[in-house]
């Protein structure tokens, strides 16, 4: 049976290097065009299509089989006629066919167009469609590049856990669960544990998904989102944003390689990298946008209507340095100029948030009291703080919104479209 569904090629294999020679490729039926004598089948696979040219009179039962059918053919590799192609296989054999049940829920060539919500209730079909699945192709090149760049940078790859006991960010948006009669919660980040593994292991990273009960239902919040998240030991935040503006630098050179994306996007990403990120701090933002009739108070968070417009006026990436410390989360350090002011930074592209991160606070008496300003019990957090006293050093890291970055990348205009299988507080299946 392996042998049997087993192809020679991928369809970007069939070159007129190979023609004349028998070929077995497997794939979906993406068209059929029957002109009696001849027909036209076009078989996709993931990589792209080749013309299979059918004889009617030594296969009448193509004519049966519904389009986006998976079949296996095998035939010789000749030269086509047409102009859009080099060259074409001529059927010999039909290996092996499973049906597709019509009608379809969408059509995966993108010939009649569906919403998004009905493309993501029949994802493993939207995917036939390239366009759709290009947009993972680049996620997974991205992977291997923010992988790659890191760890050339000494950090070493690591997976804490997403079962926990307490809040790792903030109490707000934490998923509660019965836990063998217990309450457990899923994580929101792995804050603290990245924190914690410094102590050792000095510089860490870890990819993975993480969980926030926020009942946004926006273009950019998922309830479940992955996370880049990094963090250093005797580095500062100043360091963590070089490292990151080189992340993001590696990713697009490297998406631009694999000439994935149109001419527009690939020329805004271009553009994007020829300058060092602007770093602007917060300050700065609040007085542009005052000077730009925004309504905006120093101290106060920015509105995502503030954000819009500073977006406009910095349509590429920009860091925002030196936000109050009011605004940022227990664990960021204060300003030593400033103590009004944190030293922490956030990555933007245009309106869209990519990074949070920043100088860590590594005093526990510090932390304790800021836990309490902001309405956290400080004892729920003992467990973390204990290791702040096993010789804890100065530290510094960030979170990365994987989504949202291949999704700015992309050009795309909704996170969900970059995620295979998107949770908001609308969807959980399939
Ligand atoms: P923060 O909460 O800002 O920081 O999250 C880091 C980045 O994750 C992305 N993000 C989201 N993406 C999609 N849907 C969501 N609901 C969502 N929430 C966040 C954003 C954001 O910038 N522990 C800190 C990071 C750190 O300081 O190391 C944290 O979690 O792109």
New binding site residues.
């Given amino acids: 049976m392996k042998e049997k569904i087993k192809r020679t090629h991928f369809a970007n294999e069939l070159k007129e290097n190979i023609l004349g020679e028998k070929v077995k490729v497997g794939g979906w039926i993406e068209d059929v065009r029957d002109i009696g004598k001849i027909i036209f089948l076009v078989i996709k696979d993931i990589t792209g299509s080749i013309q299979v040219i059918v004889d009617p009179e030594e296969f009448p039962q193509i004519r049966e089989i519904p389009r986006q059918s998976s079949i296996l053919v095998s035939g010789k590799i000749q030269k086509s006629k047409a102009k859009e192609m080099t060259v074409e296989l001529k059927l010999e054999e039909v290996v092996a066919i499973y049906l597709s049940k019509h009608p379809l829920p969408i059509d995966p060539t993108g010939r009649l167009e569906s919403s998004l919500d009905k493309r993501l209730d029949a994802r493993a079909l939207d995917l036939r469609n390239e366009n759709v699945s290009k947009l993972f192709v680049i996620r997974s090149i991205a992977l291997q590049i923010v992988r790659k760049t890191l760890l050339e940078m000494s950090f070493l790859e690591v997976n804490t856990p997403k079962i926990i006991g307490s809040a790792?960010?903030g109490g707000a948006n934490l998923f509660e669960f019965d836990y063998f009669k217990n309450k457990a919660y899923l994580a929101?980040?792995?804050?603290l544990y990245?924190e914690q593994l410094v102590l050792a292991l000095d510089r860490v990273f870890e990819i993975a998904p993480?969980f926030?009960a926020?009942k946004?239902n926006t273009v950019?919040?998922?309830?479940e989102?992955y996370?880049v998240?990094?963090?250093a030991a005797f580095l500062d935040h100043y360091d963590i944003m070089e490292i990151m503006e080189r992340v993001i630098k590696n990713v697009i050179i490297g998406i631009n390689d694999s000439a994935l994306l149109d001419f527009t996007t690939n020329d805004f990403l271009n553009k994007a990298i020829e300058p060092k990120f602007p770093r602007l701090t917060y300050q700065t933002c609040i007085e542009e946008l005052k000077e730009n009739g925004e309504c905006v108070t120093y101290g106060d968070d920015l509105s995502d209507s503030s954000l819009r417009k500073l977006g406009r006026l910095h349509p590429g990436f920009y860091f925002i340095t030196e936000w109050p410390l009011k605004l940022k989360?227990f664990?960021?350090l204060e300003n030593k100029r400033d103590p009004f002011l944190s030293d922490?930074f956030?990555?933007q592209i245009g309106y869209?948030?990519?990074?949070?991160?920043?100088s860590r606070q590594h005093d526990p008496t510090k932390i304790r009291n800021r836990l309490a300003e902001q309405g956290l019990n400080p004892d729920k957090f003992s467990e973390h703080l204990k290791v702040f006293d096993w010789g804890m050093p100065p530290h510094a890291?960030?979170?990365?919104?994987l989504?949202?970055?291949i999704m700015s990348l992309t050009g795309s205009m909704n996170?969900r479209e970059v995620v295979l299988y998107p949770r908001d507080p609308y969807r959980i299946s399939p």
């Fill in positions: 790792s960010e929101q980040s792995p804050q990245k993480y926030r926020e946004s950019r919040h998922l309830t989102f996370s998240d990094i963090e989360p664990y960021i922490s956030d990555l869209l948030e990519l990074i949070s991160g920043g890291g960030c979170g990365l919104g989504d949202r970055l996170v």
